[in-house]
């Protein structure tokens, strides 16, 4: 090769198509870095979004809420318990299963201050809400309504499942004095206590979450003593859902013939 052959060689820098000209080359370099980034970023987001998955369909601890409806009833057990009949739904937002062991409810009356607390003793579906029996002049008693119970058990939530279901709350000491005597405000604190799994260990216990009571305020417009000690319940509305009781409401919510039963009773 003559010299300047050579020279027009080596001063010889490639076209702009050449793949092997520094400038290209450096391009190139940058193109693929930047590729690489980009996949790395993406298959970064694929697994966060998977390991999110994986928490959100089977690993994340049970998340129990508790709803009460805003109608509740009181009865009474004889003369030796004070019941009331909470209808209770139980969401669990939770991928695993939880459990409720027991629920304990404290009610204060407002008129006076006093406090009892209740267990949840029974389960019970719509006939416990039928009317007491007719009274008999004859014989001065009351026809018998059975109103069947199920001893309560702990209630299983599955994973994203739900409960719902009446529960009656007994009282734990003595009836007397009565707690309801007569309408007022009453207050409602439920206390579950929840039992979950910690298969995860430590993790589970960093992740634990605390089941808050549920208090609801209620109303008892009407009370009338004679109808709940022959089987009757009287009807407590969420406060919620209006001031107090004024006459017309405690004529539409007094039982149709609750005077006459008292009446023919006496007789």
């Given at each position: 090769m003559t010299p300047d052959r050579q020279a027009r060689s080596d001063a010889y820098k490639g076209g702009p198509l050449d793949p092997n000209t520094p400038d290209n080359v450096a391009r190139d370099t940058a193109a693929?870095?930047?590729?690489?980034?980009?996949?790395?970023?993406?298959?970064?987001?694929?697994l966060v979004f998977s390991a999110f998955s994986l928490w959100e369909t089977s690993l994340k601890q049970p998340d129990l809420r508790f709803y009460v409806s805003p109608v509740v009833h009181y009865a009474?057990?004889?003369?030796?318990?004070?019941?009331?009949?909470?209808?209770?739904?139980?969401?669990?937002?939770?991928?695993?299963?939880?459990?409720v062991?027991?629920?304990?409810?404290?009610?204060?009356?407002?008129?006076?201050g006093a406090e009892k607390a209740f267990y949840s003793a029974y389960t019970v579906d719509g006939s416990f809400f039928l009317p007491p029996g007719r009274y008999?002049?004859?014989?001065?008693?009351?026809?018998?309504?059975?109103k069947p119970k199920t001893p309560f058990a702990p209630i299983a939530v599955t994973g994203r499942g739900t409960y719902s279901g009446t529960l009656l709350f007994y009282n734990k000491g003595s009836a007397w004095p009565k707690l309801v005597s007569e309408k007022g405000t009453f207050e409602l604190t439920l206390e579950p206590r929840t039992h979950f799994e910690e298969s995860l260990g430590i993790v589970d216990r960093m992740l634990r979450r605390t089941v808050e009571p549920v208090k609801l305020v209620v109303r008892l417009p009407y009370f009338s003593d004679s109808e709940v000690k022959r089987g009757g319940t009287a009807r407590m509305i969420s406060a919620d859902w209006g001031g107090a009781p004024d006459e017309a409401d405690t004529a539409k919510d007094a039982p149709a013939g609750a005077g006459d039963a008292k009446d023919g009773a006496a007789k």
């Open positions: 693929h870095a930047m590729s690489n980034w980009i996949a790395a970023f993406v298959s970064l987001i694929a009474r057990d004889g003369d030796q318990a004070e019941i009331f009949a909470l209808p209770i739904t139980i969401a669990n937002q939770g991928a695993r299963d939880g459990a062991l027991s629920l304990d409810l404290r009610v204060k009356a407002n008129s006076d008999d002049p004859s014989n001065r008693s009351f026809e018998r309504v059975d």
